[in-house]
């Protein structure tokens, strides 16, 4: 009985065994399946049709061959995220290579207040180091986020001077995205104002490499203008906008195109400004353009919600009436029109010739005042006004004081003169019924500033004709001369002429302080440019006493720039000491003509040491440093 007990158990025991191993080998033979399975609709998922997948166990085995070595691994990293990677055998083969393109090295830049930040491929010849410093730079001290990668790769001829070019933009922008390749520099950014934004496009423009193309898209933020102004003429000389201002991008469309019905052909300046007084702006110029059109002539004037209509005399008063009738009815609630139509002219009897106030200002500068003034103080006011606008050396006054003139003189005088000063040169005549500006100008915007200006100062209603004629050699930002022209302004500024130090010292004498005084003034002309103010010494006196002698000078300059207003943030001041001598050493001319500074230009391939010395210009200084001197220390 016992032993039959026993064996009943042993065969119960072998007979559990057996269908647990049979139940494990099922399990593994389903996991084995689906993970086969799970992996395979993975791959071909992700585009990797070309892998098979082998099942042994719990291992998955990835059989075929990839396209390239980055393919091979992004099928690895697909199966490892469907399995576990520890189960995920790699047998995968790469083509052959022979037809690989390598991937274009490219950088994406983003800089803002919070720091720089870099993603991209860049050659494995990169000098990350200098590469890190120059970014740490721009960055002023902000977190830098490098995600870099390298590839050794050929470097495209061009990839260097589109590097620097975008680095030499993310400088000038603080606010910016860029993007650069070999072949083109992306650059995205926001400037503070409109005229910075036309610096920054004139000096990028500049500074675009050959080879290299750009594509610019600079924002600045839209001024804020009052009256918010729009004023169309048609008359003899056809159609034409005197100012142009729109909200949008779309109103500004729907201006020019009611402009452009009415005849008006070629470029159209009307600017984006803040300010409208209504969202229905655009809808009530059109209107307004359309009557004018209507009614074949005249003028119509819009001073935020007021609307001033002066048609040309002639036209027939039904129409007039019919055109200014439906123009009331349709403008939006807002809008009030004051229409006028003025009577033909009486031509039977010749008339004195009406009183008028002149000024002039001539393509040097010089303005004269001449015509009637009320009184005295009107005279003094002019007088004074024209003044702070112009200098007092400028101004010559011919005016004379006349009574019973007209109301209002004073303030068209006033206004005249303010108007002038929106001209590089020209004239203003004002009369009674109008004023007439005629000049040139280097500001794109001078029309539509000076109508502005002579809505605000006499009504809506005021006459005025404008013919201001914009001359981009005349505007300051356009016409800003090259890095190279700066240098060679300074080199002809300095012939025959040198900045002198105390000997021993730093101290600039009071003999260099005009000549700073004249490189300054041309500094600040030339917007931002990266310069090199080097110092050098002779060789008298120990190295290390020159070394630091030099830089101290450097500095010196550098500190005497600033104090005069030159934006020397992408300067820098390095002392050189004896090194680079340009003349023997061992004369005094010699030794005069090497304690010299040299201003240069910053070559962007100078950020890894090199030196570029084409551009140097020599400024030497005077005082001597021989052994008896106190230029050098004692012991020299």
């Known amino acids: 009985m016992r032993l039959s007990a026993i064996l009943i158990r042993v065969i119960a025991f072998a007979v559990a065994a057996a269908g647990s191993v049979a139940a494990a080998q099922l399990t593994v033979s389903t996991v084995e399946e689906r993970s086969v399975e799970a992996v395979q609709e993975t791959l071909v998922e ?46 995968l083969s790469v083509a052959d290579s022979a037809d690989f393109t390598p991937p274009d090295f490219k950088i994406e830049i983003l800089r803002n207040d919070s720091g720089v930040s870099l993603i991209g491929l860049i050659p494995a010849t990169t000098n990350r180091d200098a590469f890190a410093r120059r970014i740490a730079r721009i960055s002023q ?27 030499e933009a993310l400088e000038m922008l603080p606010r910016s995205k860029i993007s650069v390749n070999a072949e083109r520099v992306v650059v995205n950014g926001i400037s503070d104002s409109a005229a910075e934004k036309r ?5 990028l423009a500049r500074a675009r490499p050959d080879g290299v193309r750009l594509l610019l898209e600079i924002s600045a933020p839209r001024p804020v203008i009052s009256p918010f102004t729009a004023r169309f003429i048609l008359d003899e000389f056809g159609p034409r906008f005197d100012a142009c201002v ?7 469309e729907m201006i020019i195109a009611a402009a452009t019905a009415a005849g008006l052909e070629g470029r159209v300046n009307c600017i984006l400004g803040l300010g409208t007084p209504s969202q229905e702006w655009g809808q009530a110029v059109v209107l307004a353009i359309g009557a004018l059109t209507e ?17 040309m005399p002639g036209i027939q008063q039904r129409l007039f009436d019919n055109v200014v009738g439906v123009l009331e009815n349709n403008l939006p609630e807002a809008f009030a029109v004051t229409a006028e139509l003025p009577p033909l002219p009486d031509t039977s009897a010749e008339a004195e010739g009406p009183p008028q106030f002149s000024a002039t200002r ?11 003034v009320p009184d005295e103080m009107t005279n003094t006011v002019a007088s004074n006004f024209a003044a702070a606008k112009f200098g007092a050396r400028n101004v010559t006054m011919g005016t004379r004081i006349v009574q019973d003139l007209p109301t209002g003189w004073s303030v068209r005088v006033l206004a005249g003169i303010e108007a002038l000063s929106e001209l590089s040169n020209g004239s203003v005549v004002v009369e009674p019924e109008t004023i007439m500006i005629t000049g040139q100008t280097g500001n794109e915007n001078a029309t539509g500033e000076i109508s502005r200006l002579i809505i605000e100062k006499l009504g809506q209603t005021a006459e005025f004709e404008l013919n201001v004629t914009y001359v981009e050699a005349l505007d300051p930002i356009a016409g800003l001369p090259t890095p190279e022209q700066c240098i060679a302004q300074i080199k002809t500024l300095t012939e025959g002429r040198k900045i002198t130090f105390d000997p021993g010292s730093a101290s600039i004498t009071a003999a260099g302080q005009p000549i700073i ?19 050098y010494t002779d060789s008298q006196g120990r190295e290390e006493m020159n070394l630091r002698l030099s830089q101290d000078r ?11 207003r030159v934006p020397v943030s992408t300067f820098e001041a390095v002392g050189y000491g004896i090194a680079d001598p340009i003349a023997d050493n061992a004369t005094e001319e010699g030794r005069e003509a090497n304690r010299r500074i040299e201003f240069s230009l910053i070559q962007p391939d100078e950020e890894d040491g090199e030196t570029d010395e084409t551009a140097a210009e020599d400024l030497e200084t005077d005082e001597e440093t021989p052994q008896d001197s106190d230029d050098a220390p004692e012991e020299g």
């Open 46 to 91: 992700n585009g990797h049709d070309w892998a098979e997948v082998l099942g042994d166990g719990l291992q998955v085995i990835l059989e075929g061959t990839a396209p390239t070595e980055a393919v091979r691994f992004r099928a690895i990293s697909a199966a490892g995220g469907v399995v576990d990677a520890s189960r995920v055998i790699d047998n």
């Open 199 to 203: 610096q920054l496009e004139a000096a």
């Open 295 to 311: 009614l074949g002539g005249g003028t119509v004037t819009l001073a935020d919600t007021d609307i001033s209509l002066v048609a």
């Open 246 to 252: 729109a909200d949008t991008d779309e109103t500004r």
């Open 554 to 564: 450097a500095d010196a300059v550098l500190t005497a720039l600033r104090s005069r």
């Open 362 to 372: 001539s393509p040097e500068g010089q303005v004269q005042l001449r015509g009637r």
């Open 141 to 167: 001290d902000k977190p830098v986020t490098d995600l870099l990668e390298t590839g050794d790769y050929p470097v495209p001829e061009t990839w260097r001077a589109a590097v620097d070019f975008a680095l």
């Open 517 to 535: 005084d004249d490189i300054a003034e041309v500094l600040r002309l030339c917007g931002d440019l990266r310069v090199r103010v080097a110092g």
